[in-house]
């Protein structure tokens, strides 16, 4: 067992949890029960002597469970004669006139009734094709059976989860968000942690007078300068950040309105969609949002548009805030625009959509000024008088100042306030995580709808809280937040995983169920390496010690296996622990945690303009991120938050995160602007601007590209890029790979899909298996690199009959594998919108030299910015930038010289590593270079 890592004085040191509820022996079973056992006992040992003596025989191992589907089946008639007996016994005999119909002895009409029985239990038993993705995947990635629900399970649905609903603390103040957006068009919503903000939202909205489908008068901006009456509306999108928010949150309301998923709502993510024209809410990522701009600058569909999430400020949000502010003052006036955020960012936001900002920015900065003046005369009354020091005097020290403070935050929590509560032996973190304050001056639960614009006295007691009547309306509404206890490391930990793995074990054996742990980590390598290593450990736990569900969230987890997290554990006395990306630090709600471990990390992209290269980093999270973390130990009741670093530690973090579109390559929404229409980009409306030479240098690799002619303005290569769900190098590629010179789409599709999925090829420990691990893949190595090896490996696996064994054989998951496929189909369609069938004919039946060549020139066509050439030194350095690089060890390339590189992506751990490496040679760099993108 790991070694503990904090000193609460609570964990108990025998291997026994502290306060663990032992259940009562269980009743002694009946004859029956008995019975049933043995009977079960004996089909199984058949079925395993059937296995074991086809194994001999060198047949497939897999027998069919014929004898227990017949012994199913054979219950199943029998319940089906029992249930026409009784319905037969309590029903009248039938009339005289039937019976004489008949022959005088009714047998053809009870035949006819079986008939229909029959006919009625083939029609339940019958499978809805389309809802084959409502339900999880199975661990092979094949798509488990679409149950037929029928209306009245839906209702009773409905009526099971609607005291959920009215419990929320968003519930009470739905006629206040209906009433504001009657009067105003913009709505900045401060929701806090637990409020039901983006589940109810859309419900709340959708039945309102301004939601029905209308005629309105448009200007199309084709040319002729005309206006033209098209319908509008009907729909209500509500974009995510994360793909794995939009089809949780889908499923939830549609279970909450009593609907199947895909009709009334449905959602809409990058290779998988699940809406229809009945669709009146749809859920769906910022990125999708764009996509969907792009066929319909003006977003005729919708009624209004739902950001949630804005605090996470990601490219996709940023980009969808400055389009909807030009269509709600331009051409979709009556547009309703609901921006949601749960930090305080939501008074720049609001600013932001103000129609006069000038005069909302003077307001702000004159109330402001009498604020200050308010606080300046309250010091000068307090050092006057002695009221302060007596009540800071009467509180006891250490502790015991802590245990006053807890008690009076209680009582606010009674209230309905939210409040995290911090370590009792460290409160002054504790008074910086309390709950923020109200956007705009606004009282809780009231919405800002204008004024007297009479300006008050500064001495008046309401003056500061004196909305501002503009164009957007603020509105704030409380979470459902219990206290929350912060302990922090007694030092520094050099190795958070390891840090984690033992605080996770400390809490097990210390704290009493219920009460799930939730881990934060950076990736999906970091979160299967803890996996691996607390199921490990739990295999020693004593017997009487609860068990551990250990389960893994990100973004690229099939939906089926994201799903497990947010279903109790299969076991009354079992501790769930979830290992999770950020994806759970505010996107989605893992119900049962009481305890979260902080790394305080996250995995973010930074890009150096100056060198052109965009690397992934793992780096300190912000105190809003830290705060959020926190915050979901109490979302059902007091919980603890144990956060690996110090509080000095903690000091030193930054206040907010720095919004993506300022850390990253601006290329991909370069691209996104110009498509849409933005030629300018320097002047578009963003809530951040980045900087000029950001801007530049993404025109720049857009030229390089060929997206853009000489003047800067989008061509029609560039409007082919935009309309694909990838980046604009990927994009790129395919492009060139569907041209009739290159005839390479397919394996270009197959490489691209497989760069889609993380961690495909696993790492075992021990030095035994990494040897088994080398022989067994030296079947798929290419001496040209990474990329035509993973070409191999996709073609390898698809020729198996046993897919699963000779992935396991090969260390190669299954799992990845199956997500590839699925990536790889969508992909297919989405291209062959764009070109001729013709390129999707045939894959290749084998990878010669001279169809890797051509696979490796159309990536050096997306990817001419991401090649190094080999220096005297032995080094590589970077094309553009003439950076040091090294090949990371996970390549087939790692130790080798070759002329020239091209890779996927840059890395920075403990040095420069390209990852994702195929060799080229520097007269195809050459020819790139030279002819650009072209």
């Not at 059902?636 to 390559?665: N, Q, S």
Request: glycine share 8%; with cysteine.
């Amino acid at each position: 067992m790991p070694e503990f890592l904090f000193d609460d004085g609570l964990t108990s040191t025998k291997p026994v949890p502290a306060n663990i509820f032992t259940p009562p022996p269980p009743p002694p079973k009946s004859k029956r029960q008995e019975r049933k056992e043995r009977k079960k006992a004996e089909w199984e040992g058949k079925i395993r002597l059937r296995e074991a003596q086809r194994a001999a025989e060198g047949l497939p191992a897999h027998v069919p469970d014929t004898e227990v589907d017949f012994l199913k089946k054979k219950k199943k008639r029998q319940r089906e004669t029992q249930q026409q007996q009784q319905q037969s016994q309590q029903s009248p005999p039938p009339p005289p006139a039937t019976m004489s119909q008949n022959g005088g002895d009714g047998k053809k009409a009870r035949n006819g009734n079986h008939e229909e029985e029959q006919a009625n239990v083939k029609k339940r038993r019958k499978i809805d094709a389309g809802n084959g993705n409502e339900f999880p995947l199975l661990d092979g990635g094949v798509p488990g059976p679409a149950i037929q629900i029928h209306q009245g399970q839906l209702k009773a649905q409905v009526a099971r989860l609607r005291p959920l609903r009215v419990n929320l603390p968003i519930w009470e103040h739905q006629g206040d968000i209906r009433a504001a957006l009657r009067e105003k068009d913009v709505l900045v919503m401060l929701g806090e942690t637990g409020s039901g903000k983006s589940t109810q939202i859309g419900q709340f909205l959708v039945n309102q007078k301004w939601m029905d489908r209308r005629k309105v008068s448009i200007t199309m901006g084709d040319g002729d300068g005309r206006d033209r009456e098209v319908m509008v509306g009907g729909c209500i999108a509500i974009t995510q950040p994360r793909r794995v928010a939009a089809i949780n949150l889908a499923r939830r309301v549609a279970q909450e309105m009593g609907c199947h998923l895909g009709d009334e709502v449905g959602y809409s993510v990058r290779f998988d969609n699940k809406s229809s024209e009945k669709t009146r809410i749809k859920f769906l990522t910022d990125g999708m949002l764009l996509q969907e701009m792009l066929h319909d600058p003006l977003l005729r569909r919708y009624s209004a548009v739902v950001v949630d999430e804005a605090h996470e400020r990601t490219v996709g949000t940023d980009l969808v805030m400055g389009f909807l502010r030009g269509l709600v003052y331009g051409k979709r006036k009556g547009l309703k625009v609901i921006v949601m955020s749960a930090t305080l960012e939501v008074e720049k936001m609001a600013l932001f959509f103000e129609k006069d900002r000038e005069g909302a920015l003077a307001f702000i900065k004159a109330k402001e000024e009498r604020r200050k003046g308010k606080e300046r005369r309250k010091v000068v009354e307090v050092n006057g008088g002695t009221n302060g020091k007596v009540a800071h005097e009467e509180l006891p020290n250490g502790i015991e100042e802590g245990k006053h403070k807890k008690k009076k935050k209680k009582g606010k929590q009674d209230a309905g306030a939210p409040r995290i509560n911090g370590n009792p032996y460290d409160r002054k973190s504790d008074d910086k995580d309390s709950s923020p304050p109200l956007v705009n001056g606004d009282r809780k639960g009231s919405v800002e709808e204008g004024g007297s614009s009479n300006e008050r006295s500064p001495e008046g007691p309401d003056s500061e809280d004196e909305p501002y009547d503009g164009t957007v309306a603020a509105f704030t509404v409380p979470g459902r937040q219990f206290p929350v206890e912060i302990y922090y490391a007694p030092e520094s930990v050099a190795d958070y995983v390891d840090a984690a793995l033992r605080t996770v074990f400390q809490l097990h054996y210390g704290q009493p169920l219920p009460g799930d742990i939730l881990v934060f980590l950076t990736g999906q390598e970091e979160i299967e390496a803890l996996q691996k290593l607390i199921q490990d450990y739990a295999e020693s736990m004593d017997k009487n010690v609860p068990k551990i569900l250990v389960l893994p969230l990100y973004s690229a987890l099939p939906p089926g296996l994201q799903q497990r997290v947010f279903q109790p554990a299969y076991e009354k006395n079992m501790r769930k622990v979830i290992l999770s990306t950020n994806i759970a630090e505010t996107s989605v709600t893992v119900p049962g945690v009481r305890h979260v471990v902080d790394c305080g990390k996250v995995k973010t992209k930074q890009y150096r303009p100056k060198i052109g290269l965009e690397s992934l980093l793992i780096t300190p999270v912000s105190k809003s991120s830290a705060l959020q973390r926190t915050g979901r130990a109490g979302r059902e009741a007091a919980g603890k938050c144990y956060r690996l670093y110090t509080e000095p530690d903690f000091i030193k973090l930054a206040e907010v995160t720095v919004p993506e579109i300022l850390r990253c390559d601006v290329a991909s929404s370069i691209l996104t602007l110009k498509a849409r229409g933005q030629e300018d980009v320097l002047s578009f409306d963003y809530l951040d601007s980045p900087g000029r030479d950001a801007l530049g240098r993404g025109l720049e690799h857009l030229y390089t590209l060929g997206a853009l002619d000489n003047s800067g303005r989008i061509n029609e290569l560039g409007h082919k890029m935009a309309k694909l769900p990838l980046v604009p190098a990927l994009a790129r590629v395919l492009i060139a790979a569907a041209e009739p010179a290159m005839d390479c789409l397919h394996e270009a599709i197959d490489i691209i899909a497989a760069l889609s999925v993380e961690n495909i090829l696993l790492t075992p420990t021990g030095d035994e298996k990494r040897e088994q691990m080398e022989g067994e893949r030296k079947e798929f190595d290419r001496r040209e690199g990474d990329h035509i090896m993973l070409l191999t490996l996709v073609r390898e696996y698809e020729s198996q009959s046993q897919k699963k064994t000779w992935a396991e054989k090969h260390f190669v998951s299954h799992r990845a594998m199956q997500n590839l496929l699925d990536v790889r189909k969508q992909l297919k369609q989405y291209t062959t919108r764009l070109t001729s069938t013709s390129s999707l004919s045939t894959p290749a039946t084998v990878i010669t030299p001279d169809l890797a060549t051509r696979i490796l020139k159309c990536f050096l066509k997306g990817f001419l910015h991401n090649t190094a050439r080999l220096v005297p030194d032995g080094s590589y350095r970077t094309v553009v930038g003439n950076q040091v690089v090294a090949i990371h060890p996970s390549s087939v390339l790692f130790g080798k010289k070759v002329e020239a590189i091209v890779y996927h992506e840059f890395v920075y751990t403990t040095r420069a590593f390209a990852r994702g490496v195929s060799a080229v040679e520097m007269g195809w760099v050459g020819e790139g270079l030279v002819g650009g993108g072209s």
